[in-house]
């Protein structure tokens, strides 16, 4: 059975940093890209980016670029979102996906979602 | 504002059908014919519907079907049931550049 495992539920302050995760299971983790999501509390999907386990091939959305960085541990199955400088705006729900790129391409299973909260 | 446009809300009873739209452009819908929609129940986690447009995953129902015509993709729900009840969001591949689209979700209410 797939499944994206992640990290739990985060309470930070501006200006803090903040590492993220998103533990594949039940599939190849390296075949497959993590895409990650945003959802601001009341508000629809936001798509942060995408990256290839298998190569560390990383593509931002423009409005993330800059902002945040992902990476990946093949050896343990798990991406990560990272924040170096949190800022209030940045408190949302945030999403893993696998995404199917090939002959096909969406996102075909997601996590459960991490609850980023930054508040002073 | 989304890159891709949706209805904010439809409304049907159970039994009837509803049709939830996606337009996007050329570069996005329609370029590809990779539209997936996502259902999104409150509090939850989203979940894969259809996926190429018109393809369903294993487990989801027939009542769910996806069509393209031009730059709008659409999701048509028959035979509504309360469980429907649920935030949709149109998804599209827009390209090596800029990969991935959503749409600004559509609130369906069933009565």
């Known amino acids: 059975e797939v499944q994206l495992v992640q990290s739990g539920a985060e309470v930070k302050k501006p200006g803090e940093s903040l590492k993220i995760s998103c533990k594949g299971s039940?599939?190849?983790?390296?075949?497959?890209?993590i895409g990650w999501v945003r959802q601001m509390s009341g508000k629809g999907l936001e798509w942060m980016g995408i990256?290839?386990?298998?190569?560390?091939?990383?593509r931002y959305s423009p409005s993330f670029q800059g902002q945040v960085t992902f990476s990946a541990d093949k050896s343990i199955g798990t991406a990560y979102l990272q924040w170096n400088s949190l800022t209030a705006s940045d408190t949302a729900i945030y999403y893993c996906?696998?995404?199917?790129?090939?002959?096909?391409?969406?996102?075909?299973?997601w996590g459960q979602g991490t609850l980023v909260t930054v508040s002073s | 504002q989304s890159a891709l446009t949706q209805p904010r809300s439809v409304s049907g009873s159970p039994g009837q059908s509803v049709t939830i739209s996606c337009t996007g452009t050329?570069?996005?819908?329609?370029?590809?014919?990779?539209v997936s929609w996502h259902q999104q129940h409150q509090g939850k986690a989203p979940k894969l519907m259809i996926y190429?447009?018109?393809k369903r995953p294993s487990g989801v129902p027939d009542r769910f079907s996806g069509s393209k015509s031009g730059n709008t993709a659409s999701l048509t729900i028959s035979g509504l049931q309360a469980e429907d009840e649920a935030d949709y969001y149109c998804?599209?591949?827009?390209?090596?550049?800029?990969?991935?689209?959503f749409g600004g979700g559509t609130k369906l209410t069933v009565l």
């Open positions: 996906a696998r995404g199917v790129v090939g002959a096909t391409k969406h996102f075909d299973y």
């Open positions: 039940g599939y190849s983790f390296t075949n497959y890209w």
């Open positions: 990256i290839y386990p298998g190569n560390s091939d990383t």
């Open positions: 050329s570069s996005d819908v329609g370029g590809y014919n990779y």
């Open positions: 190429d447009v018109s």
């Open positions: 998804c599209s591949y827009a390209g090596s550049n800029t990969f991935v689209v």
